[in-house]
């Protein structure tokens, strides 16, 4: 399409545009949206139900405590054969830097932790898929 075209078309829709006539709302909208509101029916005896319920949330206590118990029995793991013969001094040199605080975990709090982080990545999944369902 060239300018000229382009130019006949523009003036063409202006000319429409400018004959369309305006459309005003009747005077009864405002009286007929909200009739039409009142008249919506809203359930009030909807009972309010957890997301997680009391069998749940036992459940859920009944494996962290078991989860730990079994981790505080379980001996630490040992790294297979193959990983102490890699010499990674020259990776841990790479990434090395000065730790002031001096500070000591066990791997108990490690797995813990480890364990923490997993659930609350499944929790914060299925809640999200939970919202947009409903939305």
Known sequence: MNDKERDLLDDFTNKLVKELPSEQPSS???NNVMNAVNNI???E???WKPLISTKGWFLIIVSIISSMFMLLKTEPIKSPEFVSK???SKLSN???FDYSLNFTTS???I???????IMMTIQIVYLKNYHNKQF
């Open 86 to 88: 890699i010499d990674a």
């Open 28 to 30: 009864a909208l405002l």
């Open 45 to 47: 005896n909807e009972v």
């Open 41 to 43: 029916k809203v359930k």
């Open 107 to 109: 791997n108990t709090v």
């Open 111 to 117: 797995y813990g932790f480890l364990f923490f982080a």
């Open 94 to 96: 790479l990434f090395s």
